[in-house]
């Protein structure tokens, strides 16, 4: 079938709205009509080529969410019309992803960067018939339609807005993921969290469901700032205006008990 997908032709290059042609799927796959989907910093390193594919064109976008028009025969937990979030692939076999860590799969790049499915066929290719690459995190969703692996694919609600949803795939479940799997924060506790975008106020939200009863937002934005106390920041620290170290010991003079940094940047 014929799509518009947002191809990037070359290292760094912008991207361009392309018809391109999308192929059967095989029968562990599912076909999603696009609603909508986020764009991630790791969409900007891959299309620079910092991380992912070194192979151009490609096709990008994994935070996508969608109306499911056709499933593979190997695919009975998902049906034609389910409404579904997409996220990073995994082969959901191998003992990592058994014990409950999928995120850690043994053939996570091959299945999110290396440009192509794991058998090294492609479902993209311009209208020559050339194969682009694609199957970035088993979905390349910055196109009208993707295709996505069974494992990759989470039915949500009907009556959930799918426009907005998309980031759950991605940004809000490695901020929330941060928070409730890798620290563990506990009741009554205090959490530093520096960088108030999708990642750090997802990780905030989860700060406030995990009943931690400090939570500190820092940023440089005071309208980020601003909402992360609606949504639970008991306290704010604009980093461009205050020592951050200093109004840390002025809250908690023992410090904080654990810490999400979302930056990668030292005067944040």
Known sequence: MEITAAVVKAQGSN?????????????????????????CHTDMVARDFVMGSPNFPVILGHEGSGIIERVGEDVHHLNVGDHVVLTYGYCGECEICRSGTPAYCYEFFTRNFSGARVDGSHNHHDLEGKPINDNFFSQSSFATYAIAHKNNVISVPKDAPLEILGPLGCGFQTGAGAIINSLKVKVGSSVLITGTGAVGLAALMAAKASSATTIIAVDIN????????????????????????QRIREILPNGVQYGVDTTGRNEV
């Open 222 to 245: 005071d309208e980020r700032l601003e909402f992360s106390k609606e949504i639970g920041a008991t306290h704010t620290i604009n980093s461009l205006r205050e020592d951050v170290a």
């Open 15 to 39: 991207f361009e709205l392309t018809k391109v042609t999308l192929d059967e799927l095989k029968s562990d796959e599912v076909l999603v009509k696009i609603v909508a989907t986020g764009i």
